[in-house]
């Protein structure tokens, strides 16, 4: 029986096994809460040759899918089970990647955000942390807003020095095949992004399209996709973010630009019309950087 008021408490990965997660998690959620508020954290650690999980906790509506090997790294999809985010819900994921660990992590599918009545928002927060020698891989589903859907969009990436990453997101108008482009009440998008403890990439907006138009040619034009690709490597230098520049200009109908914004930091831009030639530039981009920057081309995303 539940008791009145509280919520079950979230299961970790290391009770699921029979054993007890060396991190102190506390379910402390009204039973309301359930579903609406909720965290995920994952620890990465390297051990004897391969990447395991330190450390995993989840309330729904996330959920911790099975770990694949990939050589010595370990690839996970973050599952979100429920239909989307709503206004009110407040979702928080911090994932921390230890020294000689190696990670990649992709999203089952698009995240969509729905309608609310008036003013309230869907919070979405991510926090990710990489150690000396640890590197991360991310490639993320694009976020859907739905017409009349508010989102406050996070994320904060903590890099040591040390560290390697690859991160690329993306954000759709709408429902385009449902007339819907551009018709949602508001989304607030904040990427920061930290080399020891120096900022050194902030990418913030915040669209609302009944006060300005985002059809206009400084914001999105024509474009219904939108993308952000972010590299940290020893091997990210002014020559690399040209050859990234020479292989996006070969797909058709993207825009794009490549700058090395900071060193050892490259940043990219997109904006497609098309959704199977925005899919096409990010692809290109994953398998050039994996195979040009990263020391191990085996880690590709294999989807």
Known sequence: MIESGR????????????????????????VRAVGRRARLELVFAYRRGHTVIAHAYAEPPFRIGQCFQIGSAAYLIIVCSGPGVFAGDDLQQSVRVEPGACVLLASQSAL??????????????HRYTVADEGELHCHWDPLIPFARARLSHRVDLDMAGG????????LMSGRSARGEDWMFSEVAHELRLRVDGSLKYLERYRLVPEQRAVTVGPIAGDARYLGTTLVHHAAATAAAAEALQQQLDQVSDVRGG???????????????????RFRTARAVLRAHAANELFVAPQLQFRR
């Open 258 to 276: 490549v700058d090395l914004v900071a060193p050892n930091v490259i940043a990219v831009r997109l904006l497609g019309r098309h959704g199977a």
């Open 7 to 30: 919520a079950p408490r979230a299961v970790t990965a290391g009770e699921e096994r029979g054993t007890r997660s060396p991190h102190i998690v506390d379910d402390r959620r009204d």
């Open 112 to 125: 969509q955000a729905h309608p609310g009545a008036g003013s309230i928002t869907a919070q979405l927060h």
């Open 163 to 170: 560290s390697r990453m690859y991160w690329s997101d993306a």
